[in-house]
């Protein structure tokens, strides 16, 4: 009974003890697994990286995927638009897919003009693009530097305590898992297997507030779009939201297993999750409650979640090979509508 009462304790955190199976509104099948997915803004599209293939898919499945292969980092998303940052080392390069049969025949590449400091490995592993999508935070393991899009660079975020005397722009001790600009494109947020949050001032390169309090590897973060809140998923599963302004959190009851994905909707009303528990999870963002929980990858990892421009449908991508969408208003619909009766 002692041990039965244990389990019910640590399962009583979840409102969904047994997830459902949710039938997606569409499944591609690929492979490798995606590394990094971008919707683009005409909401028809999106565009994958895969390890050595870029993959332009149509998000209506009228017309089989198109792939490239290629030498590259990581794609960004650029706000708005229907180009995305390709990121390769210390050069990059703006692809538009409706107007470039190819990657290869997107704008000459730009060669990033930032210096080289201690510290620092060979090349930019991703990067963030400003709400204007006028910069760019660029980001290898532990270092974050703002640039222009033109790649020049403008600050360097710098933690004194960390860097100390080395002469480094250390950022954060270990390598930076997540990082976002807030709306207003005024300041930035990273997140590090350190299990630091940090708070800058993305003009100045000032560290403006630590956020401690996570027990393990911070692995994503989230900026609500008021951009006064942020929301962390580590490594034992942990769920935090964090006022930037004040410092102070909330625990969420959070995954079983590491959280690897957090994404807000539109209207900052609620978040959506995914973790190494192969869910998909849903919260109320006012209340911290649990509105609704899923399996969404066949027992693998759910690595990436993102809103198409309609704000209504998450696209997720996991270490199953797949990727999904699924009409989250309508789940939101529901769970709110059981929640009330």
Known sequence: MIVL????AFTSGFAEERPKELPALRTWEHYPTIGHVVPLANGREAVSYTGTM?????LAGKTPPKGWSVE???????????SVLLVADDKWRLWDPAREAKPAEAVPSIEL??????????????????????????????????????????IKLKDEKVSGSSGANLAHEREIRGA???????RL????????LKLWDAKSGKLIRVFEGHKASIHC??????????????????????????????????????????????????????????????????????????????????NELAFLPDGKTVLSVGSDTRMKTWDMEAVVRLARGAGSK
């Open 221 to 302: 973060v989230a900026v609500s779009p008021d951009g006064n809140k942020a929301l962390a998923g580590d490594e034992q599963g942990g769920l935090k939201l964090w006022v930037l302004s004040t410092g102070k959190s909330v625990d969420w009851p959070g995954h079983r297993y590491a959280v690897e994905t957090a994404v807000f909707s539109p209207d900052g009303s609620y978040a959506v999750t995914g973790g190494s528990d192969d869910r998909i999870r849903v919260w109320d963002t006012a209340s911290g409650r649990q509105l609704d929980a899923w399996y969404a990858h066949t027992e693998q990892d759910v």
């Open 113 to 154: 003009k930032h210096s080289r400091v201690a510290g620092r490995a060979a090349g930019v592993g991703w990067a963030a693009v400003s709400p204007d999508g006028k910069r760019t935070l660029a980001i290898t393991g532990p270092t974050a530097e703002v640039t222009t899009l033109e790649g020049v660079s403008l």
């Open 54 to 58: 870029l993959i332009l898919w149509d």
């Open 180 to 186: 976002e600009w807030t709306p207003d494109g005024r």
């Open 72 to 82: 590259i980092n990581s794609i960004a998303e650029m706000p708005g638009s229907s």
């Open 189 to 196: 947020v990273t997140a590090s297997r350190d299990k630091l």
């Open 5 to 8: 009462a244990a389990w019910l």
